[in-house]
């Protein structure tokens, strides 16, 4: 399961969590594996029923306002009792001084107390964000993707089969890499595929015979992109003599990662085609789908009727052959 420790999340900048630690450094290792938050009011008035330690425990106006209004015996007891609990974390808000017995407490059980100047609403709603990215599955894939024409493709097939030299030949049509060789795909809810790369490999391809090159400084930063999600998977597949393939694009399969299944287009390889293009259209092909109209289904449905009509007028042509 994909975690964070408390350092991690700390040390991130892009989230914009402007997170200072005030206590507790000793447990910065701790490590945080579920996205959601948890406010620990009840607890601090003494139920703990529903407290999930493994969530980060997040402290505002409220919260604080009560801790300082208890008396001091109960308040000790309460966080005391809270902090046994082993605690992933606490964070307050809005830049807030928090109680001395809190800050005791943390530093006593090794829980790191941090502070941000965003408003608990914000804040919630950031962590939150910066948590689901983070957590949700991650894996890897063999192959390419690329952006074309806003469309994710993700082009795979066996180690040699072209699928660095079709990205490059897309990537000269004005389309933009996301990764080459090794693609990082995180899931994003509610069921969503984002593809990156790696951060070793970043805007690099290989093109056997030539070697490594560097996208982004040889057409600029308008042929690369971050992260992309992906729509489409093509497999390049070497040609088979004899082989039946797909002619009319009805039959429709599915490419599976993260058990989150993309459309899957086979397309043969062979000295002659132009693979370039072909992915290019299918891109296209893709976009007109996403917006209701199947080319394949609707040639499809005018070939039913048009055989439908023919029948009926070879069959009224015998009856009244018949009949004279």
Not at 208 to 225: D, M, P, Q, Y
Not at 230 to 252: F, N, P, S, T
Not at 298 to 320: N, P
Request: charged share 25%; net charge negative.
């Amino acid at each position: 399961m994909p975690g964070l420790t408390i350092q991690e999340i700390i040390n991130e900048k892009e989230a914009g969590l402007d997170l200072e630690l005030l206590a507790g450094e000793q447990g910065l290792d701790k490590v945080v594996t579920v996205p959601r938050i948890q406010k620990p009011g009840l607890a601090i008035a003494g139920y703990f029923a529903n407290l999930h330690p493994d969530r980060i425990q997040v402290l505002g106006s409220t919260e604080l306002s009560y801790i300082f209004q208890l008396p001091e015996k109960v308040a000790r007891k309460n966080i005391r009792r809270l902090c046994e609990l082993d605690i992933s974390c606490f964070i307050i808000t809005k830049s807030q001084t928090p109680p001395e017995v809190l800050v005791a407490e943390t530093r006593r059980h090794g829980i790191p107390l941090l502070r941000s100047h965003h408003i608990s609403s914000a804040f919630i709603s950031l962590i939150t964000q910066f948590l689901e990215e983070r957590l949700l599955p991650s894996t890897t894939v063999h192959g390419v993707l690329v952006d074309v024409l806003g469309v994710g493709v993700l082009l795979v097939g066996k180690s040699g089969i072209g699928k660095s030299e079709c990205a490059l030949d897309l990537v000269l049509r004005g389309h933009r890499l996301v990764a080459d060789d090794i693609v990082k795909v995180r899931m994003k809810l509610p069921a969503v595929l984002f593809g990156e790369g790696m951060d070793l490999l970043h805007y690099h391809m290989e093109i056997r015979g030539l070697g490594i090159i560097n996208i982004k400084h040889l057409f600029g930063v308008a042929a690369i992109r971050e992260r992309k999600k992906i729509d489409l998977a093509i497999e390049l597949v070497e040609w088979e003599d004899g082989k039946q393939y797909d002619r009319l694009g009805l039959e429709e399969e599915t490419y599976k990662i993260l058990d989150l299944e993309i459309p899957l287009l086979n397309i043969p390889v062979r000295p002659g085609r132009n693979m370039t293009s072909i992915v290019e259209v299918a891109a296209r092909n893709q976009l007109l789908k996403e917006m209701g109209y199947h080319s394949a289904k609707e040639f499809q449905d005018r070939l039913d009727k048009r055989m439908a009509e023919v029948a009926w007028l070879h069959s009224h042509t015998i009856i009244g052959d018949n009949l004279e």
